[in-house]
């Protein structure tokens, strides 16, 4: 049960749009367009940003995109701002279980 | 908004046990799946355990089947995660996770968490 695979870093300065990819597999992402996001501060719990590959839950800024292509994820946050400087985990349903990426620490220039 | 509360973390001895509970604020408890997803220090996230409204669906990660068990007391809102033959790979903040209602796939409500520690 490997994670999905996504970069260790990603930086951009303010006003900047940035794209961080998840890569998985033919039985995960590939499988279920079940794919969510979610954004976790130093010390903080996660909070879900996109659900079910690029939907917005209520509350959470147009400015985070989702999208989806075969076994691959990606989200995008355009206008960067300050306060998205955090690590970012992509997930996904794979029948019976749930496979988390590895993590993508964002970094605000 | 609902309010997941976890209790239960400290220390526990390799082969021990720990028993965690989630205590979840907020009405219709029964019908939202509830998950624990755990976080070593300084890494990732890891999902542990599902199981379903109501209790007829249960799901393990592989590297905790066997010694782990989730259960739910619906009457008492509450999410248990008993956890036998720990290991020192256990050590981690365990977030109660509620997924969202309608048989969702995703997290939508997180606990602040509860750190667990296995060591001798």
């Known amino acids: 049960q490997s994670a999905l695979t996504q970069p260790a870093s990603v930086s951009g300065s303010p006003g900047q749009s940035i794209t961080i990819s998840c890569t998985g597999t033919?039985?995960?992402?590939?499988?279920?367009?079940?794919v969510s996001w979610y954004q976790q501060h130093p010390g903080k719990a996660p909070k879900l940003m996109i659900c079910e590959v690029n939907k917005r839950p209520s509350g959470v800024s147009i400015r985070f995109s989702g999208s989806k292509s075969g076994n691959a994820a990606s989200l995008t946050i355009s206008g960067l701002q300050a306060e998205d400087e955090a690590d970012y985990y992509c997930?996904?349903?794979?029948?019976?279980?749930?496979?988390f990426g590895t993590g993508t620490k964002v970094t605000v220039l | 908004e609902v309010q997941l509360v976890e209790s239960g973390g400290g220390s526990g001895q390799p082969g021990g046990s720990l028993r965690l509970s989630c205590a979840a604020s907020g009405s219709n408890f029964n019908i939202y799946g509830m998950t624990w997803v755990r976080q070593a220090p300084g890494k990732g996230l890891e999902w542990v355990s599902y199981?379903?409204?109501?209790?007829?669906?249960?799901y393990h990660a592989d590297s905790v089947k066997g010694r782990f068990s989730i259960s739910r007391d619906n009457a008492k809102n509450s999410v248990y995660l008993q956890m036998d033959s720990l290991r020192a790979e256990d050590t981690a903040v365990y977030y109660c996770v509620r997924l969202d209602n309608g048989g969702s796939y995703y997290f939508d409500s997180w606990g602040q968490g509860t750190l667990v520690t296995v060591s001798s």
């Open positions: 997930c996904s349903y794979a029948g019976g279980r749930w496979v």
């Open positions: 199981i379903s409204g109501g209790s007829s669906t249960i």
């Open positions: 033919s039985s995960d992402v590939g499988s279920y367009n079940l």
